[in-house]
Each structure stands twice: as C-alpha cells, then as structure tokens.
T-cell receptor
C-alpha cells in the first residue's frame, strides 16, 4: 500500500491552455473523489466515482472540467481553457465501502494559471 | 445543505499549553464527523471518525469528542510537531451520503 499518488505535484500553465492531472488510488479502494482547495479554505467536493462510474458532479465542476476513471483504476481530471480562477490545489482521495477511516488523500496537484 | 464552522481560525500555543479546537456543524442526518490534519503543501491526513453524540477517540496527545451540534479536538501538552491546520468535515445521510463537507480549518502553531 503506497497510498494515493497524484501527478504532477505542481503545474504552471498559461491562461487558455488545457491541463490534465492523474490520480492513482489505493489499489483495493473502489471509491475515488476529487476535491479542490484554495488558500485558507477547506477542500470542496468536485466529483465522485464508484469503480468506473462517475456518480456525482458538483456544480463547481463547470463544462470545462471533465474527469474519467477508465476500468475503475486510476483517474484523470482535465481542465480545458484554464482561467486564473482555476488556480488551486486539486486533491484526489480514495476509500472503500464502509471504511472507518474516512478517505485517504493524496498530496495534491498545485495548479497555477498565469 | 451541510455546513461546518471551525473556531478559532488560528491558535498559537506554547509547548505544553493544552487547548481545544471547535467544530460546529449542521447536517441532515450525521453519518460521520471526521478530523484531519494538514501540513503545508500536503493533502489532509486522517485522524478520527466519530459517529454519535458522546463518542470519544484518542490518539497520542489528541482527543476528539462529539455532541449533537459540535465536536472538539483537545490537544494535551502539545509539541511543536503538532503545528498544522486541523480540518473538520461531516458526512451526511441526505442526498450525497459519501461527500465530505469541510470547514475552513484551524491553523495551530505550537512554539517551543
């Protein structure tokens, strides 16, 4: 068990460019979540997968955001036509059903849009 | 909509000076209340889950308690390595019962 892995750790991009982040959850976890955290705020829910099915998307997730989890393993989060307001830490977490330990979070991807 | 309010926003303690952090919440059917620790530039690290009023859990110098409206994280004789942001989150049973709603956190600084 190597924990939840996120890549890249940091990403600087120009406004209008597309970016993609990757999350590798703990292998036996069937649930995967994406959260976004800005400075001084707690994480905010973006989307949730159970196995390969995306079961919920927050209204924070505009049409420019898309997430996938092919074959129920790793997940990707893509942001198209980035805006300065997209600058944040993007956190991935995973869990298994009925776990008494909440989620296990990754270290996040810090996105800076310039 | 589930809501979590944490206080104080920041707390500065001397090493060995015990204190408590507060987490007030409103939720439609509490499935669980979670405490996390977050170090700068890292993801939240799980500490405790509490499920019902009256429940308490301990880990080293930390003790979490739960009532029907709030939770406390008690820190006994803190050390500088306890310095971090402490996040509280709730999981409700209405609607999205797997989603965590977080507070803004309490930034704890423990001076040697």
């Amino acid at each position: 068990d190597t924990g939840v892995s996120q890549n890249p750790r940091h990403k600087i991009t120009k406004r209008g460019q597309n970016v993609t982040f990757r999350c590798d959850p703990i292998s036996e976890h069937n649930r995967l979540y994406w959260y976004r955290q800005t400075l001084g705020q707690g994480p905010e829910f973006l989307t949730y997968f159970q196995n390969e099915a995306q079961l919920e998307k927050s209204r924070l997730l505009s049409d420019r955001f898309s997430a996938e989890r092919p074959k129920g393993s790793f997940s990707t989060l893509e942001i198209q036509r980035t805006e300065q307001g997209d600058s944040a830490m993007y956190l991935c977490a995973s869990s298994s059903s009925g776990a008494d330990y909440g989620y296990t979070f990754g270290s996040g991807t810090r996105l800076t849009v310039v | 909509e589930d809501q979590v309010t944490q206080s104080p926003e920041a707390l500065r303690l001397q090493e060995g000076e015990s204190s408590s952090l507060n987490c007030s919440y409103t939720v439609s059917g509490l499935r669980g209340l979670f405490w996390y620790r977050q170090d700068p530039g890292k993801g939240p690290e799980f500490l405790f889950t509490l499920y019902s009023a009256g429940e308490e859990k301990e880990k080293e110098r930390l003790k979490a308690t739960l009532t029907k409206k709030e939770s406390f994280l008690h820190i006994t004789a803190p050390k500088p390595e306890d310095s971090a942001t402490y996040l509280c989150a709730v999981q409700g049973s209405g609607g999205s019962n797997y989603k965590l709603t977080f507070g803004k956190g309490t930034l704890l600084t423990v001076n040697p």
